[in-house]
């Protein structure tokens, strides 16, 4: 592959690909038409939604719920979407260390919260079952059909090991590497429009969150509206996010947080002049404007870069967040 042509090498010099992964135990177990003495025919099939029965309250799992959703925030809040792989998130390098320091401080209480979910698992069990058995006597057709479903359902619960097993909470780190039939320009040139559409969606991505900043800022100056605190600091936290994913070397968009920064920076007490509202309107503008010649500049800021081999490097039996995890220099 020519050193003017884009590949994954290249944009793999400034990031790497993380997804997060949570599993939990559902809790739950299929009600059957036989637990309310009716027959499974097609028409009950058509019309009944059966639902479940809940093995567990939701308030049981809300420990367990907090951490995992925090991790799921920092990945969001450290990375762009990378929409070649579901689910997956582009991290700059830099921004690396302290995602994974977020993301083991959240596994860490994921764990202590399962911990302490497993040591009342016995009580949680013995709390529901009652309950459990009043609602199918008091759903099933006849007595023996609610007490068939309930010995069903108590035979149903998985063992403290069994249901401890279904909780996780991991990630991995990864890049995707050029291909080596280098020499097939079909293969090169495939090569090249992928990474050319994943750079089109980060320059994209990066101008619409500041986009959508600015446009709820906008409205509440429309309406002649104080600017609280809370609408300062979010803006501010915004910027911090967007200026540190800026790796693409995007140079409005650099110059258009600045301006930003300055704006909000004359805001005092809620209070702003119109300086504030036509500054505002034209970092709008030039964001809008400029987009394109921004994903061709990342695009040809891309084609001069060097290469860095991956190695696969298997992860200590100690440390199982990933399963295997590709040296990128940075971890």
Known sequence: MSSNTLSWDKLFLTGSVVSLSTSLWRARVQIKADDLGIDDTVAVQTALSLGCHRLAPPRAFEAILEPARAAARAIDYYSLNFGLIKGARYVPEKNIPALEAELKANKEKFKLAVDEFMQNYEKTKEEMLPIIEQALVDAANNPQCAVSAFERIKAEYPTANEVKDRFDLSWSVYAIKSAKTENIADAAAQEAEGVKSIIGDMVKQLRGDLTEKLKAI????????????????????????????????????????????????????????????????????NLQESVEQAIKDAEENLTGVGRRKLTIVPQPAAQQEVPEQFDLGSL
């Open 218 to 285: 906008l409205e509440i100056t429309t309406r002649g509206g104080k600017l609280s605190d809370k609408s300062l600091i979010s803006a501010k936290q915004l910027l911090d996010r967007v200026d540190s994913l800026n790796v693409l070397g995007d140079e409005t968009l650099s110059q258009q947080i600045k301006a930003m920064r300055k704006a909000l920076s004359t805001v005092s007490e809620g209070q702003y002049d119109d300086g504030f509202v036509v500054g505002l309107n034209d970092i709008q503008k």
